[in-house]
Each structure stands twice: as structure tokens, then as C-alpha cells.
């Protein structure tokens, strides 16, 4: 945005004022020389004072007066005067006084002749070529000879007096050449000055234009007044006319007349030639507008100083006038500026009247221009409030280039934000005459401004509160409690399973359920809660009430909006949530400290079986503790041989006999002893060490399968659990097992890879290649926990699925909740039509083997659960194995709610 435009236009106006001034000063610089002659004057009778007091005369005293001459003619010595009639008179006086006081000087025996030559060498430019003084200037070089004979000075002086010069058409025609030999005249460098003579005199002609020609003029010669007439109209580039009165026909005072009323010509310097010098015609002519007035015969040093003078007047008239031209076409240039500028530009009195605005400000408030023309400044700028500091502000010099913020108000009364500068224009007293205040509407910069503040502070996905935000909202309710003795609760909710719904369906349909958890949270909670999302699937809800009653009834509220059924395109989904609760001023007085407390709560609802909430207690920071040390400890366990594999008997429901064995890892701490896969599992995935740790289990299982086929044990296949951070690209899953197959060489078809559901769905192409090398391997395929995830049979045909494993949830209730016991009819009716398999886990009493036996007898394939054995180690599955069967009583193992 360019601010400065109003201090180029107040720069262009004081220059413009100083321009003007400096012009009316120029054109009445003649004048001044006479006052100049009149202190010449003044100082010649003082020199005449000291010379005849013997006893004060001295050379200090007149050098003092001579510096005080020099002065004086130094403008014309430098060109910066030129010659007129009155200072031809100035440089007559200096010169006699210069003379005089050389002789006074010489004839006086105190001062010696080093005092002669310094009054030389300061006046050695009227000695050495009196010519120059004529607008001839000196080049360098040229200078003065110390020690001149007085003979010398006295003839250069001589040349000085006009009244010795010789005369031009005076009786003795050939006087120019004399003038040539007495003074050396120097030609001027650059474009030669155009003189157009009229003269009705041949001879007076002839001399004129040779003698023109020599100072270096181009000449135009008219022998009458109808001639000079088209010489006019012929050249517009005529620089000065010597015109003669006397003329037949058409005389001097028609031609003069033609070219004063003629406004092309009427510029043109004219100089009236006469040899009549009566008043009345001098008056005539300078009524008819003559630059001058020459009678016959005239001085040629007198001539040549008024064609200069002429000509350096109309130089400066045309200069003026190119001047005045410029500055009507630069207004003209600045007004299309101001009325093109898309910023609002404000011009006001010192009293901060206001005296011009431009289209944009007319349009961007809606005034019409003569609604704002004569009102108050502050009629429409600045804040109500603040205009008495609008008023010092405008009213005190305006800093460089400096802009701030401040508002202008629409005709409407609406308030738009504007960056603005402004400046002073002085008058020519430096006092201030107007103020020139330029803005620039920012709404749409506040609007962007608002937007990166809200961006800053917002969770890009769900619009809520985000982190930076939430330590202001606490710190709020925590003021809000202090004031009206209420309990804040910070909850800190995070999805159950999250990971795994993201990785199968994508991250996409991941972000459409963030979504739709933002919207339940916050169509359940009071205006005066706030939701807020940190990150992933993690949300903070921060609550104030007077009763926990109140607290509880809204953290249910907000675990069963939470696990409300969700469509996500064909997917039916449903979600729950584990709460951590921390409370101020119980748990915390500080933001960070609540949002901690909170988080070790989470990570106990976590521990605890998910789906719940949990309030904090001093307590769980400890076992918090723990947990990140037992997390640390996992990343050093596969080197410390800390894991163990665990085998849990598969079962042919009719026969009980053992076929297979199912391989479960176990982490055996050093301190905490044994760990099962659910409380590190995520951990070691979001720590990426999965990989190995399922790559050991593979080789542990395939390796002891071969040693109980080596003993000579019943055929038994192993089953092994696969995560789904081993199904990545480059094949890895592939080649890891078909590697295990060749260094243990088990037969691939006792070997039964588990997967679950969520795994089919993350990348459905990349998953389907895998699992069809993988069955070309010859190994049997299992979906493991079927019914809790999002696949279907229908789904399932495209992959090469040998088996399904129903779920242990939908068993628990099987024989008492007649919904759970339909489904399982459905699945297992559905799979057998596809041709896959079914395996139940979860066995756990007699009375649901018997209900499975009796309801679907061949077919189920096989089932599991602690009904028949826990998972055990190594040498007690060798042993189950050896007995074969659970046919004996004493074998059951029934497991305890």
C-alpha cells in the first residue's frame, strides 16, 4: 500500500509556492540594483571622508570598503546578474571608487605595494576584461596580472566609462570595427539567440546585423513593417526585436501593436529604435508594451547589455510560462491521480474543516461530496471517545512515512478500520495551513487478521477450542467458580479403538467421525461449557457446576451421546469412550495441572477395560508413573528375552478333542511379572516395535509346532495372531513368513493366521494382495473378533478367508440374551453358505458348550475358552496335548466370572 502519496502531494505544493517566489524575485531582481548603486554611492563618500583625514587614513579601513564593493558586484562578476541601464551606472561608480582608491593608495607612503596588489587580485575581473561584465564571463584562466603599471589600470578603466565607448550609427560609421580592436568580446557556447532587425536603413541594417553576427547571434532582417509582419509569422522561435519607429507604410507602433495582440507573439521582447528622443514617444511606445527604448545614436556596450537583458527576460518569461504550463498539467496529472486512488483522501483547514475528499472516500462512506465539504473532520474520523486525542494527534508534525490504525464512520454510522497518514502543508510563514490525512480501508485485512486469530486458537477440523485456547477457557471457569463457589470439572475424553477404525477405514472416514463426536459433545453441553479438541481423538470438556450430581449427570450425558450408533457410509459403527475426571480446586489450581490429573484419570479408565469414566485421585499418579516407566521397559524387552508365547487348546466342539492351539503373547517384567497383550500392545505399535516382537511370536509358535510333531504328539495347528502394522507395503508379511516356513519347516497347512477385522479395511487392493501370496503359501486364514468391527460376509467373499472367529462378547449372553443368539445363528448360517468356517471363543461354562452342541452340533468347527483351559505356557500345553482330549471331568477348567 503506498502511504506516502500525501507528503508527495504537500511536497508538491510548498515546492510549487517556493517555485512562484522564487520567480516574482527573479523578475524584480533589477530593481534591486539600484539600491545596490545608491550604497555604492554611499561608500564612495566615505572613502572621500577617510582620504582627506590624513591621520585616520590606512589601508585596513579601505580594504574594508572595497570588500564592501566587491560584495556588491559579485552577482554580476558570477553572472548571476545581468546588465541593465541602472547597473551599467552601479559598475561606472564602482570602478571610479576602485581607481581612486588605487591612486590614494599609491600616493600614500604608509601603505607599500603588496596593498595594491591585493586590491588587484579583488577587482582584477573589471582590469583584465572589462568586456565580460556584459554577460561575457570569464573562463578559466583568465584572471588579473599582479603589478600592472598604472597606465594600464587606467586605460582598462577608461574602457569601463560608458561614456568613452565608442557609438553605434553615430557619424563615424565604421566605429564597430574600432569597438572590436579595443575589447575582446567572447562568443557564448550553446544555441545562438534568433534577433529579428526592422529598419527601413539599408546602410543601419547592414551595420546592425554584421555587428549581431559577430557577438554571436542569428540574424532576421525586415525592411518594413508588412515585411517584419511575416517574418514573425514565419519563425516562432524570434528571441528579441530591435524595431524602428520611423517607417513608411506600416511604421514601429503598428508592428508593436500587431505583437502585443497577437497571443503567440506577444512574449517577444521588442526594443524601440529612434533617432527622435522625444517623451511623448518614449511613453508611446512603453504603453504599447516595449521591453525598451534606444535613441540614436546609442553606446554599443549600452546595446549589446539591453539585447541580454531583453533576452534573459523573456528566457525567464518563457521559463515561467513553461513553468506555470507544467504545473496546470501536473495538477491535472495529480487531480487523475487523487480521483483514480483507491484510497480515501481527506483534505482539512488547520481548524479541521474539511475542504476536499475524493471519489473513493464519497464512495466508501456514502456522503455525497457536498455532505462533507465544510464539516468537522471529526464528523466522521476517529473513535467519539477519543476525539480529543484524534485532535493533538493530527494537530502535532507528522512523523516520516509514519501510518497508524483508527476508524472512519459511514454515512450509516458503521465504523471501518483504516490504516492512515497523514501531513502538514505550511503556508509560506511555516505555519500550518492544511492537513492532508490518506487511509486505506483493512476490514477485509481485520476480517483476515480475526480469521488467523480463530485459525491460531481452533481445531481446523471440528471449529473447537484448541489447546492454546482451553488454558484460557479453564482459567475463565476457574474465575467464574471462585466468584460463585462452584466445582469445575475437566474431562478428558479419548475414543476407544480410534487407531484401529482410522488405519482400516482410512483417515478420511476417521476425520467424519471426529466430526461427528465434536458435534454430539457439543449439542449435549450448556452455552457455558466448553469443548475443546487437542488432538487426534482426544477432547476436553470443561464444566462448572454446584453439585457433583449435576457433574455426573453431564458426563453420562456425554459418554452416551458418544456411543450412539454411527453410520460412516456403509459402515455401522459404534463408538465409546474412556473418561479421565479431574476437578478444581480438588485435584489442581492450575490449568496444566487439572489437564494432567485428568490425563492419569484416563489412563486408569483405560487400564480398566475402556468404556468408562473415572474421577482422579492422589493415588493414580503413581501407577501413572508406572505406566510410562513400563513403556520404556517395552522398548528394551525383545533384547532382554523378556516375552513369552502362551497356548490356549482349540476344541472340535462334538469330539472335545484338542486340534489345535492358539499362540498368545506374554510379557514376563522383571518387577511387575506377567503382562497380557492388552496392557502394552497399543503401546508397542504406537512405538513401532510391533514388527519384531510379531515376527518372534511366528517363529516361537511354528518352531515349537515342529517339536510337538517331532515327539510324535496328534496332528495340532498353531494359531498366530498377526497385527496390522505388519501389513505393510513392499510385501513384508509375505516374505516374513515364508521365510519362518523354510528355517522351521512346519507344514504350512498347521499353520492359521489371525487378523482382524479392521485390518481388511485399510487398504483393501494392498490387503487382498497380501492375503492372496499369503494363501499361496499355503497357510489358513482367520478373521479374528468377527461381529465387533465393520466387515460383513458379503464383504468378506472378495478376500480368501478360510475361517471366521466370532467374537467372545456375543457368547457371554448367549444363552439368555435371545438378540446375541440370533446374531450368532445369522454368522454361522451365512459363513457355511460361503464356505468358511466358524470358530466361537469364549467358552466359559458348560451350560454355553451345551447350547452351541445342541444348536449348531456340525456346524461349528471348532470353539475355545477358558471352559476348557487358560492360556498356559509351553510344557503344560505339551501335556493337554498328550491327554488329547477334554473328555475327562477332572480335565474342565471352568473359569469365574
Not at 5 to 33: C, D, G, Q, V, W
Not at 638 to 644: G, I, N, Q, S, V
Request: proline share 3%; glycine share 4%; with cysteine.
Amino acid at each position: 500500500m503506498e502511504l506516502n502519496l500525501e507528503n508527495y502531494l504537500s511536497l508538491y505544493i510548498e515546492e510549487s509556492l517556493k517555485a512562484l517566489s522564487l520567480t516574482e524575485r527573479a523578475l524584480s531582481s533589477f530593481e534591486n540594483l539600484a539600491a545596490d548603486t545608491e550604497k555604492i554611492s554611499l561608500i564612495f563618500r566615505n572613502f572621500h571622508s577617510l582620504k582627506s583625514n590624513s591621520a585616520a587614513f590606512n589601508f585596513d579601513k579601505i580594504s574594508k570598503l572595497a570588500g564592501l564593493i566587491e560584495f556588491f558586484l559579485d552577482p554580476i562578476k558570477h553572472g548571476k546578474k545581468v546588465l541593465t541601464p541602472a547597473n551599467v551606472e552601479l559598475l561606472r561608480k564602482a570602478t571610479h571608487c576602485i581607481q581612486e582608491m588605487l591612486v590614494a593608495i599609491q600616493n600614500n607612503r604608509k601603505i607599500d605595494e603588496s596593498h595594491i596588489k591585493r586590491i588587484i587580485a579583488k577587482f582584477g575581473f573589471l582590469i583584465k576584461n572589462p568586456a565580460h561584465l556584459y554577460n561575457d564571463h570569464l573562463t578559466e584562466g583568465q584572471g588579473t596580472s599582479y603589478g600592472l603599471p598604472s597606465s594600464e589600470i587606467e586605460k582598462s578603466f577608461t574602457l569601463l566609462d560608458p561614456q568613452k565607448a565608442p557609438m553605434i550609427w553615430g557619424d563615424n560609421k565604421d566605429s564597430l570595427a574600432e569597438i572590436e580592436t579595443t575589447s575582446s568580446f567572447k562568443k557564448k557556447k550553446g544555441k545562438q539567440s534568433l534577433i529579428l532587425v526592422i529598419d527601413d536603413d539599408k546602410i543601419n541594417r547592414s551595420i546592425l546585423e554584421d555587428w549581431l553576427i559577430k557577438k554571436n547571434y542569428r540574424v532576421l532582417t525586415a525592411e518594413n513593417g508588412d515585411q517584419a509582419i511575416e517574418l514573425i509569422q514565419q519563425h516562432d522561435n524570434i528571441d528579441v526585436i530591435l524595431l524602428d519607429i520611423i517607417m513608411p507604410k506600416t511604421d514601429g507602433y503598428q508592428v508593436l501593436h500587431y505583437i502585443r495582440m497577437n497571443k503567440i507573439y506577444k512574449d517577444i521582447p521588442v526594443i524601440m529604435i529612434s533617432a527622435l528622443g522625444e517623451m511623448n514617444g518614449i511613453v508611446r511606445c512603453i504603453e504599447e508594451g516595449a521591453e525598451d527604448y534606444l535613441i540614436k545614436p546609442f553606446n554599443s556596450f549600452l546595446l549589446s547589455a539591453r539585447i541580454n537583458a531583453s533576452i534573459e527576460k523573456k528566457k525567464l518569461r518563457d521559463a515561467e510560462k513553461a513553468y506555470r504550463k507544467k504545473l496546470v498539467t501536473e495538477k491535472n496529472y495529480i487531480e487523475s491521480i487523487i480521483n483514480s486512488m483507491s484510497n480515501m483522501l481527506v483534505v482539512s483547514n488547520k481548524n479541521f474543516i474539511i475542504q476536499r475528499v475524493n471519489p473513493a472516500t464519497i464512495n466508501i462512506l456514502g456522503y455525497k461530496e457536498e455532505e462533507l465539504v465544510g464539516k468537522n473532520l471529526f464528523t466522521i474520523f476517529g473513535a467519539k471517545k477519543d476525539q480529543n486525542e484524534n485532535r493533538k494527534l493530527l494537530s502535532s508534525p507528522p512523523q516520516a512515512l509514519s501510518s497508524m490504525e483508527n476508524y472512519l464512520r459511514t454515512k450509516d454510522g458503521e465504523s471501518i478500520p483504516i490504516l492512515m497518514s497523514y501531513s502538514h502543508l505550511m503556508d509560506v510563514n511555516k505555519k500550518l495551513k492544511s492537513i492532508i490525512c490518506v487511509s486505506q480501508s483493512i476490514s477485509d485485512l481485520k476480517k483476515l487478521q480475526e480469521q488467523f486469530i480463530h485459525q491460531a486458537t481452533h481445531d481446523y477440523l471440528t471449529d473447537l477450542p484448541n489447546r492454546l485456547l482451553l488454558s484460557d477457557r479453564i482459567e475463565q471457569a476457574i474465575v467464574l467458580s471462585k466468584r460463585n463457589k462452584l466445582t469445575v470439572a475437566i474431562l478428558l475424553i479419548d475414543l476407544d479403538r480410534f487407531k484401529y477404525i482410522n488405519d482400516s477405514l482410512g483417515h478420511d472416514m476417521g476425520d467424519v467421525l471426529i466430526k461427528a463426536v465434536s458435534d454430539r459433545l457439543t449439542s449435549v453441553l450448556r452455552k457455558d461449557d466448553t469443548v475443546a479438541r487437542l488432538g487426534g481423538d482426544e477432547f476436553i470438556v470443561v464444566m462448572c457446576s454446584k453439585n457433583q450430581d449435576a457433574l455426573l449427570d453431564m458426563i453420562q450425558r456425554c459418554t452416551e451421546a458418544i456411543s450412539e450408533p454411527l453410520q460412516l457410509g456403509r459402515y455401522s459403527l459404534r463408538v465409546t469412550a474412556s473418561v479421565g475426571v479431574s476437578l478444581y480446586p480438588k485435584n489442581g489450581r492450575e490449568a496444566s495441572v487439572l489437564i494432567k490429573n485428568a490425563d492419569i484419570a484416563l489412563y486408569k479408565a483405560k487400564d480398566s477395560g475402556r468404556n468408562k469414566y473415572i474421577f482422579y485421585s492422589h493415588g493414580m499418579k503413581q501407577k501413572t508413573l508406572q505406566y510410562v516407566n513400563l513403556e520404556n521397559d517395552l522398548n528394551t524387552a525383545l533384547e532382554r528375552d523378556e516375552f513369552e508365547v502362551y497356548y490356549q487348546p482349540l476344541v472340535n466342539p462334538q469330539t472335545l478333542e484338542i486340534e489345535g492351539m492358539e499362540a498368545l503373547l506374554r510379557w514376563v517384567h522383571p518387577k511387575h511379572g506377567l503382562i497380557i497383550p492388552d496392557k502394552f500392545i497399543n503401546s508397542a505399535e504406537s512405538l513401532g516395535i510391533m514388527c519384531p516382537i510379531g515376527e518372534w511370536v511366528l517363529k516361537t509358535a511354528c518352531q515349537q509346532q515342529k517339536e510337538w510333531q517331532s515327539k510324535g504328539l496328534p496332528p495340532c495347528t498353531v494359531a498366530v495372531n498377526l497385527s496390522v502394522c505388519q501389513f505393510g507395503k513392499n510385501n513384508y508379511i509375505v516374505d516374513m513368513v515364508k521365510k519362518i516356513l523354510q528355517e522351521t519347516g512346519i507344514n504350512p497347512s498347521y499353520l492359521e493366521l489371525e487378523i482382524t477385522e479392521s485390518t481388511l479395511l485399510k487398504d483393501t487392493k494392498e490387503i487382498r494382495k497380501s492375503l492372496i501370496a499369503l494363501k499361496k503359501l499355503g497357510v489358513s486364514l482367520v478373521i479374528d473378533d468377527f461381529g465387533t468391527g465393520y466387515a460383513n460376509l458379503n464383504y468378506l467373499k472378495q478376500f480368501p478367508i478360510d475361517k471366521i472367529k466370532i467374537d467372545r462378547t456375543f457368547v457371554q449372553n448367549l444363552t439368555k440374551n435371545l438378540k446375541d443368539a440370533k446374531i450368532v445363528s445369522a454368522i454361522v448360517a451365512m459363513s457355511n453358505t460361503i464356505g468358511m468356517k466358524i470358530i466361537i471363543e469364549g467358552v466359559e461354562t458348560e451350560d454355553q458348550l451345551n447350547f452351541l452342541q445342541k444348536k449348531y452340533g456340525n456346524s461349528i468347527y471348532r470353539i475355545q475358552g477358558f471352559y476348557f483351559s487358560e492360556p498356559v505356557e509351553k510344557d503344560e500345553a505339551t501335556i493337554l496335548l498328550n491327554q488329547g482330549n477334554f473328555l475327562k471331568e477332572n480335565t474342565f477348567k471352568e473359569c469365574k466370572n
